[in-house]
């Protein structure tokens, strides 16, 4: 209950049990509905969330701390807190949470007495987190509603009257809820619970005959045993007296310490810190996957391999788009470029003897024609020799 539960790690300790055993008889699907109204009745802390939060943006409405004296200011929201806080707890009789724990006691101490596996410890955990429930109630319902109210937005907080349709639309729902925690018990209370066992039996309960056709095979019924009743009894007031006790006869002053602070000493620091279950959880896990991620995926797998293999490719394909660069510049270009530079440079020397002189002309065709008779000469002597 993370609202209940304000800023102190005490007050976030297990509350619900119901999931713990499954009581074999109508309180088998009653516990959670009690269960729910008793949070949702007692959750008013939203309320009183709602009503600081109006006055100051910066101001942390969860913090009971910050509370106090809020009875006052919003006393339909109070009342309906806690009737819904006593059911949470368990307060014997009148209201619905008592009646869905004592069944899951009952179940749990039946299986105890008929050594059905680790009951044992079952029974005495569930023992365990019914007390704590009661008390961190009574430390809620004292933290917020009794006393003087420690801040300056506790004092100015409220619903705007009422009949402000505010106060109306936040608090009757409220109401709703309150009247459940105290008449949703009587739902299915075991025939052979004494004196009221007579009244709200399921052989008189139309609720009962509702439900039985869902079920395929009737749960068997638990007989009753004083026991466990007792410890429900037993740890429902204990822990109620005890947050009563501390927090209650003589309500906490603003900037007062939280007593438990002093009481549970290196405790208090672990619950506050929640068992160091986050820094447990960034040592064995965010820290490894940090490291995996940064060295073998970044570094290895995608700088070392994948860049690597990348890199490769990329050198392989420049050096060949360099060779073939070289290529086509010395050979592809040198040929299809040397033709052409070739003949336009006979070109240009040939022009230079096409003076427009018969003399020079006379003398060329001379040469040519001494030229050609020597040629004519050295091949018939080359000839004659041959023969």
Same mark, same amino acid.
């Not at 005490?10 to 959670?32: F, I, K, N």
């Not at 009646?99 to 023992?127: N, Q, R």
């Not at 290529?327 to 096409?354: A, C, E, K, T, Y």
């Given at each position: 209950h993370?609202?209940l %539960? %304000?800023a102190?790690?005490v007050a976030?300790l297990?509350?619900?049990?119901?999931?713990?055993?499954v009581?074999?008889?109508d309180?088998a699907?009653?516990?959670?509905?009690a269960h729910g109204h008793?949070d949702?009745?007692?959750?008013?802390?939203?309320h009183?969330?709602?009503?600081?939060h109006?006055a100051?943006?910066?101001?942390?409405p969860q913090?009971?701390?910050n509370?106090g004296g809020?009875?006052r200011?919003?006393?339909?929201?109070?009342?309906t807190?806690i009737?819904?806080?006593?059911s949470l707890a368990?307060?014997?009789?009148?209201?619905?949470?008592f009646?869905?724990?004592d069944e899951?006691?009952a179940?749990s101490?039946?299986?105890?007495t008929e050594g059905f596996?680790?009951?044992?410890?079952v029974f005495?955990?569930?023992c365990?987190?019914?007390?704590?429930?009661a008390f961190?109630?009574?430390r809620q319902?004292?933290?917020?509603?009794l006393?003087?109210?420690r801040?300056?937005?506790?004092?100015?907080?409220?619903?705007?009257?009422?009949?402000?349709i505010?106060s109306?639309?936040m608090?009757?729902p409220?109401?709703?809820? %309150?009247?459940f925690?105290?008449?949703a018990?009587?739902?299915?209370v075991p025939?052979d619970f004494?004196l009221?066992g007579?009244?709200f &039996?399921?052989e008189?309960?139309p609720?009962?005959?509702?439900l039985?056709?869902?079920l395929l095979v009737?749960?068997?019924t638990?007989?009753?045993?004083i026991?466990?009743?007792?410890?429900s009894?037993?740890?429902a007031?204990?822990g109620?007296a005890?947050g009563?006790?501390m927090y209650?006869?003589?309500?906490?002053?603003a900037?007062?310490p939280?007593?438990?602070i002093?009481?549970l000493?290196?405790?208090?620091t672990?619950?506050k810190?929640k068992? /160091?279950?986050d820094?447990? /959880?960034q040592?064995?896990?965010i820290?490894p996957?940090q490291?995996?991620s940064?060295?073998?995926?970044?570094e290895?797998?995608?700088?070392?391999?994948?860049?690597?293999?990348?890199?490769?490719?990329?050198?392989?394909?420049?050096?060949?788009?360099d060779?073939?660069?070289?290529?086509n510049?010395?050979l592809?270009?040198g040929? &299809?470029d040397?033709?052409?530079?070739?003949i336009?440079n006979f070109g240009?020397?040939?022009?230079?003897?096409?003076?427009?002189?018969v003399?020079? /002309?006379?003398l060329?065709?001379?040469?040519a024609a001494l030229?050609?008779?020597?040629?004519f000469?050295? &091949?018939a002597g080359?000839?004659q %020799?041959?023969g």
């Amino acid at each position: 209950h993370p609202q209940l %539960a %304000a800023a102190h790690p005490v007050a976030e300790l297990p509350a619900s049990t119901e999931s713990a055993v499954v009581a074999h008889d109508d309180h088998a699907s009653h516990g959670y509905d009690a269960h729910g109204h008793d949070d949702h009745a007692a959750d008013t802390n939203g309320h009183s969330e709602h009503d600081d939060h109006s006055a100051h943006g910066h101001f942390d409405p969860q913090d009971m701390m910050n509370m106090g004296g809020l009875r006052r200011t919003i006393p339909v929201t109070a009342l309906t807190f806690i009737i819904g806080g006593l059911s949470l707890a368990g307060f014997p009789l009148i209201t619905a949470g008592f009646w869905s724990k004592d069944e899951i006691l009952a179940e749990s101490y039946h299986g105890l007495t008929e050594g059905f596996g680790p009951h044992a410890f079952v029974f005495v955990m569930l023992c365990l987190a019914a007390f704590l429930t009661a008390f961190y109630t009574a430390r809620q319902l004292c933290l917020t509603f009794l006393g003087e109210p420690r801040t300056e937005e506790a004092k100015h907080s409220g619903l705007g009257g009422p009949s402000s349709i505010v106060s109306i639309t936040m608090q009757l729902p409220l109401v709703v809820l %309150a009247l459940f925690a105290l008449i949703a018990g009587f739902v299915g209370v075991p025939s052979d619970f004494p004196l009221f066992g007579a009244i709200f &039996s399921p052989e008189h309960n139309p609720f009962h005959y509702f439900l039985s056709p869902t079920l395929l095979v009737e749960p068997p019924t638990i007989a009753f045993n004083i026991i466990p009743v007792l410890f429900s009894f037993g740890v429902a007031l204990g822990g109620l007296a005890l947050g009563y006790a501390m927090y209650g006869r003589k309500p906490l002053e603003a900037g007062e310490p939280d007593p438990l602070i002093a009481i549970l000493g290196p405790l208090h620091t672990t619950l506050k810190n929640k068992w /160091y279950i986050d820094e447990l /959880y960034q040592v064995v896990f965010i820290q490894p996957a940090q490291w995996f991620s940064r060295v073998v995926v970044s570094e290895f797998i995608d700088r070392g391999v994948i860049d690597g293999i990348l890199h490769l490719i990329a050198r392989t394909f420049t050096f060949i788009g360099d060779f073939l660069k070289v290529f086509n510049l010395w050979l592809i270009d040198g040929v &299809s470029d040397g033709i052409p530079m070739s003949i336009g440079n006979f070109g240009r020397w040939f022009r230079r003897i096409q003076t427009g002189r018969v003399q020079q /002309y006379i003398l060329l065709a001379l040469i040519a024609a001494l030229l050609i008779g020597l040629i004519f000469v050295v &091949s018939a002597g080359f000839i004659q %020799a041959a023969g």
